[in-house]
């Protein structure tokens, strides 16, 4: 438990309401759509305040700034570089056919990765076998415990 949670008492930073988790359920509701509210507003202000700050720095041409006990950093304007790994794999191994490099180096520079996703619709169809193949897949499953978040309307909005 969290030294908020022990507290259990939490003000309305918009309406200056004190709470406890005794509060009428609505209260509580209106509470998480007020604190939700402010955080998108401050999440905003941030991007904004951040992007100034960033645009300083460009102007300087410098990425990290320190005065007064604050020290800040951010990348450069430097793009940066993406490639199409598929297709530049395929034309490197083309290369290696032709002997104008080695596989290792097509190796070195593009990686192939494999994942696998399971699909509850096909693992549920297994499951319905029963017997060896329903004991596989289960001895392959695991739960897990999910975050569960309210939705709030409110009536007026």
């Known amino acids: ?7 259990q008492q939490f003000f309305n930073p918009l309406t200056g309401e004190a709470l406890t988790l005794a509060s009428d359920t609505a209260d509580l509701a209106r509470l998480v759509d007020d604190l939700r509210e402010l955080k998108r507003v401050h999440d905003e202000h941030i991007k ?7 645009s300083r720095m460009d ?7 320190q005065a007064q006990g604050v020290k800040v950093t951010a990348p450069s304007p430097v793009p940066v570089e993406e490639f199409d790994g598929a297709a530049l794999r395929e034309a ?19 990686q192939a990765v494999v994942s696998y996703k399971p699909i509850k619709k096909g693992i549920n169809a297994l499951r ?3 017997g060896e193949v329903g004991e596989v897949v289960n001895a ?6 999910r975050e ?8 007026n909005a």
């Not at 904004?48 to 960033?54: A, K, Q, T």
């Not at 102007?59 to 700034?65: E, G, K, P």
């Open 48 to 54: 904004i305040v951040s992007r100034e700050i960033v």
């Open 148 to 155: 569960r978040r309210i939705t709030v309307t409110r009536a």
């Open 92 to 110: 490197l191994l083309d290369l290696a056919d032709r002997d104008a490099l080695t596989y290792v180096a097509v190796d070195a520079a593009v």
């Open 59 to 65: 102007r300087a041409a410098s990425w990290t700034y």
């Open 1 to 7: 438990m969290t030294a908020i949670e022990r507290a």
């Open 140 to 145: 392959h499953m695991r739960t897990v415990e």
């Open 128 to 130: 319905k076998l029963g």
